[in-house]
């Protein structure tokens, strides 16, 4: 399973798990906010490695949902378009919630092909296996697969 | 999935009786093997699909099915707007259209032989393929419009292709119902710069060369001979149609509610043929059809383009194209009656059999061409379709190989640059800007495609014509 770690400052982290063709990606934190950022790294690690990308440029996304669930596919697929109409790709996000609204910056750079070696475009975020909510360990999980 | 939880009906067609809230049954076309080693999620998923309003007969699952969105992919079903049928969003898929378009070369494998990595380089460099690959022509609105409501026809139009290429394309190119005003801008921002272009994923472009055939007079009709060279593009209506999966997914799940229609998964979001949200997604879902046709058309051109610069006597002539993954309008009898369904087809080839007025005339007499996708490493098929899968199927048959195996699993098995290297040993030339997505497409990540073929012709689906072997493959 591919992952991003957690470090010294902060028990994030990312992961991917299996679905049938497509794959799932997961974010956890200590915070709602962070889950949201950590899912957002783990949709950039279907594609490449994030550490190979540049924070060169910032985009921000905003989304409005009735749930924290469909919150996660609307942040998730508005990157994703993002991604398709200005050919870029992220490397850092920050997230911030009130109430049902999300503001999120993404921090990246335009596609390089050689550098990135991108494996896969991601169609879009889906229903499937969708969680946002809190782990055995009190962290928050937030969850879903993308289809590619 | 156990095949203690189906009724056998026969070899190869498994019947799940309706029960809780089934309105209709549900039939699987598999052998035994292809049962247990389907997800048993197929199974749940073909038992949802079989409780929406307004389905006839049953919900059908093609030998190749697997575990997909609300459907399963590999899934049939027919809606009948009279009796409160839905569309559903999750039905179709998010790559509205993906699908096959084979093309013959008049080459036979001596033609190409030496000039094989030529060839190989020429298509990778005409065709862009990949991620943040973009296409010849920077899209207005209007000329978007244009193309969303003319598919092939406007590609035409616009000087990518020939008259010819219209009478082997599904809907002679021109999805007829699209409506452009009901297609997002954020999905037509997102296909501006994307015509033209291959994707990613189990997306390809494969020169193939023909190594077997089992029925002379369909491969006659075809224009097919053993060894001949033959052409083969599988892609689909790229991020327009995914943008329009995804908000109509939404709005059908936000609205089924409001529509008195009770989800048993979020990804079976539907609405009623007849409602404002429905005929809605209608008019994109078929605009979307529509840009699939025309990307198909438009690779078509930049494929005849690499070849006259390699191989200058090539003549590639389309044999046909056919979507996979659609909602179509269709007359086909149930109980007796002839009746008018929105027919679903997810991750499944329309296979008409003879004489049906759909199929262009030259081939009427013998049957649809049914194109199926296999693998980089394996093979390829052309099939026909048959009479009698208008009662098994709706006259559907399987689209690929499907997979077997997570992408993750794929990369832990498989490394990109060993599989190209292994895979030139075997003479198949692999061109691709990212070595872990030849890994997560590797040939021994999917199905046998030659046990989906053949059940699919054992179960009356549609029957073998010609097995392709690839021998160069341009993945995105």
Not at chain 1, 30 to 55: C, H, N, W
Not at chain 2, 249 to 263: H, N, P, S, T
Not at chain 2, 308 to 328: F, G, M, Q, R
Not at chain 2, 457 to 470: C, F, I, K, T, Y
Request: proline residues 4%; neutral net charge; aromatic residues 6%.
């Amino acid at each position: 399973m591919q992952v991003g770690k957690p470090t010294k400052e902060s028990t994030a982290r990312w992961e991917h798990f299996p679905h049938g063709a497509d794959i799932g990606v997961r974010g956890i934190a200590a915070t709602k906010e962070g889950a949201y950022e950590q899912a957002a790294l783990a949709l950039m690690g279907v594609i490449t490695d994030p550490s190979r990308v540049v924070g060169r440029r910032v985009v921000v996304v905003e989304c409005e949902a009735e749930n924290r669930e469909t919150l996660l596919v609307d942040w998730l697929n508005a990157l994703v378009y993002e991604m398709a109409v200005r050919g870029m790709i992220f490397r850092r996000f920050e997230v911030r919630i009130q109430g049902n609204r999300l503001r999120g910056r993404a921090w990246g750079e335009d596609v390089d092909v050689a550098r990135h070696e991108p494996a896969v475009e991601v169609k879009g975020a889906t229903y499937t296996s969708l969680f946002v909510g809190r782990n055995a360990a009190g962290e928050w999980v937030a969850q879903c697969v993308v289809d590619v | 999935m156990e095949t203690a939880l189906l009724n056998r009906v026969s070899e190869f067609e498994w019947k799940i009786e309706p029960h809780g809230k089934m309105r209709v049954p549900a039939v699987l076309y598999a052998s035994e093997d292809l049962i247990h080693d389907m997800d048993a999620k197929v199974y749940e998923q073909i038992v949802n699909v079989a409780t929406l309003p307004g389905i006839q007969k049953a919900a059908y699952a093609m030998p190749d099915a697997h575990w997909g969105y609300g459907f399963p992919i590999g899934g049939v079903a027919a809606f009948d707007p009279e009796q409160g049928g839905v569309v559903s969003a999750g039905g179709v898929g998010f790559d509205i259209s993906c699908g096959v378009r084979t093309l013959l070369t008049g080459l036979k494998s001596d033609d190409i032989t030496t000039v094989k990595q030529t060839l190989a380089d020429a298509l990778y460099r005409h065709i862009p393929a990949g991620v943040g690959s973009r296409g010849l022509l920077n899209f207005t609105d209007s000329q978007l419009d244009e193309m969303l409501d003319g598919g092939a026809q406007w590609a035409l139009r616009m000087g990518y292709g020939v008259e010819a290429d219209l009478d082997r394309t599904e809907e002679r190119g021109r999805m007829l119902g699209a409506q452009p005003g009901t297609v997002s801008g954020f999905a037509k921002n997102r296909q501006r710069r994307e015509m033209g272009t291959l994707g990613s994923g189990n997306h390809y472009l494969e020169v193939q060369r023909v190594v077997s055939i089992f029925d002379e007079p369909s491969a006659r009709a075809f224009g097919i001979q053993l060894d001949d060279i033959l052409v083969s593009i599988h892609c689909g209506s790229r991020g327009l149609g995914h943008q329009i999966g995804t908000e109509f997914l939404r709005d059908m799940v936000m609205q089924a509610a409001q529509y008195g229609i009770e989800l048993p998964d979020r990804e079976l979001a539907c609405a009623p043929i007849e409602s404002p949200l429905g005929e809605k997604y209608l008019g994109a879902m078929r605009s979307a059809i529509n840009c699939a046709l025309a990307n198909r058309q438009m690779i078509t051109h930049l494929v005849r383009r690499a070849f006259a610069e390699v191989v200058p006597k090539a003549e590639l002539i389309v044999l046909y194209d056919v979507s996979h993954n659609t909602c179509k309008v269709e007359e086909h009898k149930v109980d007796g009656c002839t009746k008018r369904l929105f027919i679903h087809r997810k991750g499944a080839t329309r296979a008409f059999g003879p004489n049906h007025p759909a199929i262009p005339e030259a081939l009427r007499s013998i049957g649809q061409p049914v194109l199926i996708g296999g693998t980089m490493g394996t093979a390829s098929y052309i099939l026909v379709g048959m009479g009698e899968s208008e009662k098994r199927s709706f006259s559907s048959s399987c689209h690929g190989a499907g997979r077997q195996m997570s992408r993750h699993q794929a990369t832990k098995l498989w490394r990109g640059r060993q599989l190209i290297d292994d895979l030139a040993d075997r003479g198949i030339l692999i061109r691709s800007p990212s070595s872990r997505g030849v890994a997560e497409e590797a040939p021994g990540a999917y199905k046998d495609v030659t046990e989906v073929v053949e059940v699919a012709e054992n179960a009356g689906l549609s029957r073998r014509v010609a097995r392709l072997e690839p021998m160069v493959c341009i993945k995105g």
